[in-house]
């Protein structure tokens, strides 16, 4: 990047109150370094977000550009930041709200029954929008990571187990009694993982409702504390780790779609058979908020 100042046309935008700051870079000409994002991303002085969405073009953009050859029409890649300036492998909310930001600014096209593919570092994800305008996002196979940390944090009377599943950013979610246990949690700073993750993870706290299931759907309740963001309002790939989680502990007969409330909002998540093997999906809003320039 060019050592002069440079302005940017940007725009915030959130899906149930996990925010990004978006922009269009079809040219390659950002390259935002740590503390650019810190600055854009910080609540006092910047923009303010939990991460930082690029739309870079797939073909530019060496570490995406060979996921052109299986998908030729993914031409725009998120290049997704978290707050902290570290990369991550994907965003459920952040390529929700990426999404409709192509779609508003004319960068791409997609209407009900279209898809939408969109090159991001856990691979090609298909982005489709119901005749409601809620975006659904289909994040591929999931796995159990086999990493199952104690977790530890402020407001627990001892260290809670965790199951570890990858979708396909790592998480660790843990199961709580009651609304009382999730409420007291002091996510102000990082919760302590035994043993720690090679690369971090996304912790998810999660509270079942009762009933569990209404009408053949399950319900949930989750903060989240987001590696390299801290707490946030919404964690995409956060719920559907949750929903996940509820599911493998319900049983047998649990169901496969999912409401997982967070303080920002509702989301749904749902999980499908495909040739390949399980899949899951997220849907829920995205609000564009405001559009403005500043210097980097």
């Known amino acids: 990047m060019a050592s002069h100042t440079q302005r940017l046309s940007v725009t ?94 004319g960068l791409a096209q997609l209407s009900p029954g279209e898809t939408l593919p969109i090159a991001t570092r856990s691979g090609v994800r298909d982005v489709t929008v119901s005749a409601s305008g809620h975006y659904q996002v289909d994040l591929g196979r999931w796995r159990l990571s086999g990493d199952d940390p104690l977790v530890h944090v402020p407001g627990l009377d001892v260290p809670r187990p965790s199951l570890g599943i990858t979708v396909p950013n790592p998480h ?39 009933p569990l299931v209404d009408d053949g759907v399950g319900r949930i309740r989750m903060r989240v504390f987001e590696r390299g963001v801290g707490e946030t309002l919404s964690c995409g790939t956060g719920a559907v780790a949750a929903a996940l989680a509820a599911r493998h502990f319900a049983g047998d007969n649990a169901p496969h779609q999912w409401r997982v409330d967070v303080p920002g909002g509702s989301l749904a998540v749902r999980m499908f058979p495909t040739e390949e093997g399980e899949h899951v999906s997220l849907s829920g809003p995205s609000e564009l908020v405001f559009q403005t320039e500043v210097a980097i």
Not at 52 to 79: G, H, Y
Not at 196 to 205: K, L, Q, R, T
């Open 172 to 210: 660790a979610v843990v199961i709580l009694a009651d609304t009382d246990e999730l409420d007291s949690l002091d996510l102000s700073s990082l919760p302590v993982l035994h043993p720690e993750p090679s690369e971090g993870a996304n912790v998810e706290f999660v509270v079942p409702h009762d």
């Open 12 to 105: 915030k935008g959130h899906g149930t109150g996990n925010d990004f700051v978006v922009f269009a870079d079809p040219h390659d000409e950002y390259d935002l370094t740590a503390t650019q994002v810190q600055a854009l991303t910080n609540r006092h002085t910047g923009i303010g977000g939990d991460g930082i969405l690029r739309a870079a073009k797939t073909a530019d953009s060496p570490e995406v550009a060979s996921q052109l050859n299986d998908e030729p029409a993914a031409e725009w890649f998120m290049d997704y930041r978290n707050a902290d300036g570290s990369l991550a492998e994907m965003c459920g909310n952040g390529i929700r709200v990426f999404a409709d930001f192509l779609v508003s600014t």
